[in-house]
Nanobody, 122 residues
Framework: AQLVESGGGLVQAGDSLRLSCAVS????????MGWFRQAPGKEREFVAT????????EYLDSVRGRFTISRDNAKNTAYLQMNSLKPEDTARYYC????????????????WGQGTQVTVSS
């Protein structure tokens, strides 16, 4: 499968963004989808995931209540709605896919996009 992210940009603190992850060469409904991010000088970290089978979600503690992961199987697209953005959310955001039922670990994802940059100014 190929994954392409979009929707990043430069915003001010408190603003919202919606990231999209378009999946081709595979069927979104059979993938658990994840979002990760990497800030300059830091390791890539887990942000959110949604299971293909149960729809269960999980979030990084610092984004819980502000970010929402979702999926539109008909459009073969996953989303990350980000509200109340903070400067510490600045990072390159990556979407990832796995055929596993549930995955919160980076190494468990088989497919990755190239990422989209999110910059939040204070």
């Amino acid at each position: 499968a190929q994954l392409v992210e979009s929707g990043g940009g430069l915003v001010q603190a408190g603003d919202s963004l919606r990231l999209s992850c378009a999946v081709s060469g595979g069927t979104l409904s059979t993938y658990t989808m994840g979002w990760f991010r990497q800030a300059p000088g830091k390791e890539r970290e887990f942000v959110a995931t949604v299971s293909w089978s149960t729809g269960m979600t999980e979030y990084l503690d610092s984004v819980r209540g502000r970010f929402t992961i979702s999926r539109d199987n008909a459009k073969n697209t996953a989303y990350l709605q980000m509200n109340s953005l903070k400067p510490e959310d600045t990072a390159r955001y990556y979407c990832a896919a796995t055929g596993r039922l549930w995955m919160v670990v980076e190494g468990g994802y088989e497919y990755w996009g190239q990422g989209t940059q999110v910059t939040v100014s204070s």
